[in-house]
């Protein structure tokens, strides 16, 4: 390891962890004035939003409840105007990743004034950007976070959001964009469906494994990542088994939270992350199921340039190949790991590599991408 690097920690207070959400919440909001809650239609009515709405009180001065899958740009923007017309200091996020993403972009659209599509897009970041320091005063409001899943967006200073017309997916970045507080409550995620939950945490997987096998690893990153990939390994498959775990879900969650901390150290991830996201925006692929399809095979692309890396990571998933590994651990969890499973055809592999912009994580995975059809490639061993 040589050379200058910068570690930058995000802009977060807490992470409970292991609490229920009615004993952490009330903390969280106490300083709040005007409360507006984030979540989705499949939860607005259950009994998970009704505790939430208990914690926070008569804070409480509105509820949104239809943020979709990919965050889509018009829900964030119906959202950024209703923190605008309640005048809220705090917003509350509970769900998986689409509402906590539409919730960072969301209260960004509040601080900068933005109201529309195009000023949203145009906001924009480039993928391979790396957050600005946080020094000074925190914009209003910032959020807190309550995941129903394992996709570690409450761990981050950036967010996707989706152009569904265009089918492409966006990224926004500041450095208060990350929630203040994190209440990683285990029983949030009890209504997630099974699929669901298992697949975000193979996306917690393809944060952690991705970073091990970086050409330029640093030891924070290996450590907390090494650590991730040990208890995913550990406590998935026990969650498949017995649904009702509370302590296994609890270790899943603090793995998801370990994932993405390498990001910190600035390590980069790779091609899985970034077809990913194309294959999210353009067939509304969820963000979980894309690592499920692309990080084996992704894994079995590099293997030639990251092969002792990878030998690490397939041990710890009880196989001598990295690929391989990944392709069995995920089959025993029952979810997907090709692209033909999702309905997508061999002949719509062209167009789909073809939407690269040449912009990171793509071009900073290990093995260089240097083509449209190298990513063909890697899309046909997934096929």
């Known amino acids: 390891m040589t050379g200058s690097h910068l570690h930058q920690w995000p802009a977060q207070g807490r992470v409970h962890h292991g609490a229920p959400l009615a004993e952490a919440l009330p903390r969280e909001v106490a300083d709040a004035a005007r409360v507006v809650l984030v979540t989705t239609r499949s939860l607005a009515q259950g009994a998970l939003v009704a505790a939430a709405r208990e914690a926070i009180g008569d804070r409480l001065v509105g509820v949104f409840g239809a943020m979709r899958a990919h965050s889509p740009v018009e829900d964030v923007l119906a959202l950024a105007a209703l923190l605008r017309a309640e005048e809220a200091d705090l917003v509350v996020a509970l769900g998986g990743g689409s509402v906590i993403d539409g919730s960072k972009v969301a209260c960004l659209a509040v601080w900068r004034g933005i109201a529309e599509a195009g000023s949203l897009i145009a906001a924009a970041a480039s993928r391979g950007a790396a957050p600005s320091f946080w020094d000074g005063a925190a914009p209003s409001p910032r959020m807190v976070a309550v995941p129903t ?28 964009m990350v929630p203040r507080a994190v209440v990683l409550d285990p029983a949030a995620t009890m209504n ?9 945490g193979i996306r917690a997987l393809d944060h952690a494994a991705e970073r091990w096998c970086a050409l330029e690893p640093l030891p924070f990153s290996d450590a907390v990542s090494r650590q991730a990939m040990i208890m995913l390994a550990e406590n998935l498959p026990r969650v498949h088994r017995h649904p009702d775990d509370l302590a296994a879900r609890s270790a899943c969650q603090q793995a998801a939270w370990l994932s ?29 199921i894309t690592s499920c399809l692309m990080l084996h095979a992704v894994m079995r692309w590099n293997a030639p340039v990251n092969e002792h890396r990878q030998k690490e990571l397939a041990h710890i998933l009880g196989g001598e190949e990295a690929g391989p590994a990944i392709e069995d651990f995920v089959r025993g969890l029952g979810l997907p790991t090709r692209l033909s499973e999702q309905g997508i055809t061999e002949a719509e592999i062209p167009g789909l590599a073809a939407r690269w912009t040449g912009d990171a994580p793509i071009a900073t995975n290990p093995r260089p991408i240097r083509s449209a059809a190298d990513l063909e490639a890697i899309l046909a061993i997934a096929f």
């Open 149 to 176: 899943t394992l996709s570690a967006a409450e761990f981050a200073p950036h967010a996707g959001f989706t152009d569904l017309a265009a089918g492409r997916k966006y990224r926004a970045l500041d450095p208060w």
């Open 192 to 200: 997630t469906p099974a699929a669901l939950f298992l697949s975000s």
């Open 260 to 288: 993405v901390m390498g990001g910190w150290a600035g390590v980069a991830v790779g091609a899985s992350h970034g077809l990913g996201y194309i294959l999210g925006a353009a067939r509304g692929v969820p963000h979980g």
